[in-house]
Nanobody, 124 residues
């Protein structure tokens, strides 16, 4: 059973930084991603990569500000978020699943395994 668990959300002023962490139990997945959803808005894939750490892809809205990284020894994925903006305020979710070739790196993977979410609030 694949089970992502997130941590690291919080409140920060615009321009600040936060780092989200996600650990995933189980090993029947090859793609991991971070999504976010703000009240009244559709869920958005923020970033994704293969579980090996390869082929990272980012939403245009976060490119240059957010960075995915992998600590294989700890089985942990991090989302470093810099230069945060009020529009980054949302619930952030970690997801994992097995994706067909090419799907993960192009942001087209679908996910059946989700964490409980962690809130990120950015004030102006």
């Amino acid at each position: 059973q694949v089970q992502p668990v997130e941590s690291g959300g919080g409140s920060v002023q615009a321009g600040g930084s936060l780092r989200l962490s996600c650990t995933v139990s189980g090993n029947t997945y090859n793609c991991m991603a971070w999504f976010r959803q703000a009240p009244g808005k559709e869920r958005e894939e923020v970033a994704a990569m293969y579980s090996s750490g390869a082929n990272k892809v980012y939403a245009d809205s976060v490119k240059g500000r957010f960075t995915l990284s992998l600590d294989s020894a700890q089985n942990m994925v991090y989302l470093q978020m810099n230069s945060l903006k009020p529009e980054d305020t949302a619930m952030y979710y970690c997801a994992a699943d097995r994706a067909p070739p090419g799907y993960c790196a192009t942001g087209h993977a679908t996910f059946n395994y989700w964490g409980q979410g962690t809130q990120v609030t950015v004030s102006s």
